[in-house]
């Protein structure tokens, strides 16, 4: 079992700056996938970024590239969702996520542990 609490929500204006954080706990050593989601009301959850922290890489959506980075602590048990020039299309809660996968996408259901998300408001 994998425990994920995220934290660094709020409310900034455009162009404004959050880091979110996703603290891991639990049987972390086999985890290697960290996501971050996002949902709006009336909208689909989508993916945001991932990280695997086996290996480093990550990848993020087209429409967060430039603004958003996604790292992690050297422990491997934290991970960041820095968040850069934010929108009000980015208003959303998100969710990070957790799994033992090798390619660490973005499909929703290819993750196990969730989060209880964090909401972020950008206000024009």
């Known amino acids: 079992q994998v425990q994920l609490v995220e934290s660094g929500g709020g409310s900034v204006q455009a162009g404004g700056s959050l880091t979110l954080s996703c603290a891991a706990s639990?049987?972390?050593?086999?985890?290697?996938?960290i996501a971050w989601f996002r949902q709006s009301p009336g909208k689909k959850r989508e993916g945001v970024a991932s990280?695997?922290?086996?290996?480093?890489?990550?990848y993020l959506i087209d429409s967060v590239k430039g603004r958003f980075t996604i790292s992690h602590d050297n422990s491997k048990t934290t991970v960041f969702l820095h968040m850069n020039s934010l929108k009000p299309e980015d208003t959303a809660s998100y969710y990070c996520?957790?799994?033992?996968?090798?390619?660490?996408?973005?499909?929703?259901?290819?993750?196990?542990?969730w989060g209880q998300g964090t909401q972020v408001t950008v206000s024009s």
């Open positions: 990280i695997s922290t086996f290996s480093g890489s990550t």
């Open positions: 639990g049987a972390t050593a086999t985890t290697n996938c």
């Open positions: 996520a957790a799994d033992r996968g090798h390619l660490c996408g973005l499909r929703e259901s290819s993750y196990k542990y």
